[in-house]
T-cell receptor, first 113, second 112 residues
């Protein structure tokens, strides 16, 4: 199957700094990628749809200026959490579509201190 | 818009016993259905999917699910579980726009 690689797996940052998370499709091209957020013991919440070469589509309630998404190539989408605060601490997961199937990255555990 | 309801938040089960995880969905359009498994601090791995055709779908690790359109259900089953099946399981539905909507998840704990 297709492989999606997410980096880093975990990151600790200071409050007020920005953090970039990368999502790469390793063996296929993905015009569409998705970013999710998962709180402990909860389901995945779709944050935004990342489209190659165009602006991301954000779900209702997600601050686009805080969660910057860039999909500059067919194999890479990045999520930047700007001016991070402790409440942004969470597990972030990306996925990329190939055909009718979504392939998920390993997730990134973000801890803001 | 579609939604997914996983009726059981936690399912404890003994090793080698059968398990069934229930999933119901609602949608106004045709949907595609999926079951994913998530191990701690990891992403999601696809267990199986229903796109069309046979309503009984077989997946990896001995799991299977049956799509029941009249009952809008897509329950997941395994006849004999292993300790390694301890994980979080998510049912998901996507529409033609390919956005996935997830259920709340079911925690399966397999005990010896």
């Amino acid at each position: 199957g297709a492989v999606v690689s997410q980096h880093p797996s975990w990151v600790i940052c200071k409050s007020g700094t920005s953090v970039k998370i990368e999502c790469r499709s390793l063996d296929f091209q993905a015009t569409t990628m998705f970013w999710y957020r998962q709180f402990p013991k909860q389901s995945l919440m779709l944050m935004a749809t990342s489209n190659e070469g165009s602006k991301a589509t954000y779900e209702q309630g997600v601050e686009k200026d805080k969660f910057l998404i860039n999909h500059a190539s067919l194999t890479l989408s990045t999520l930047t959490v700007t001016s991070a605060h402790p409440e942004d601490s969470s597990f972030y997961i990306c996925s990329a579509k190939w055909g009718r199937e979504a392939f998920f990255g390993q997730g990134t555990r973000l801890t803001v201190v | 818009a579609q939604s997914v309801t996983q009726l059981d938040s936690q399912v404890p089960v003994f090793e080698e016993a059968p398990v069934e995880l229930r999933c119901n969905y609602s949608s106004s359009v045709s949907v595609y259905l999926f079951w994913y498994v998530q191990y701690p601090n990891q992403g999601l791995q696809l267990l199986l999917k229903y796109l069309s055709g046979s309503t009984l779908v077989k997946g990896i690790n001995g799991f299977e699910a049956e799509f029941n359109k009249s009952q809008t259900s897509f329950h997941l089953r395994k006849p004999s579980v292993h300790i390694s099946d301890t994980a979080e399981y998510f049912c998901a539905v996507s529409d033609l726009a390919d956005k996935l909507s997830f259920g709340a998840g079911t925690t399966v704990t397999v005990r010896a």
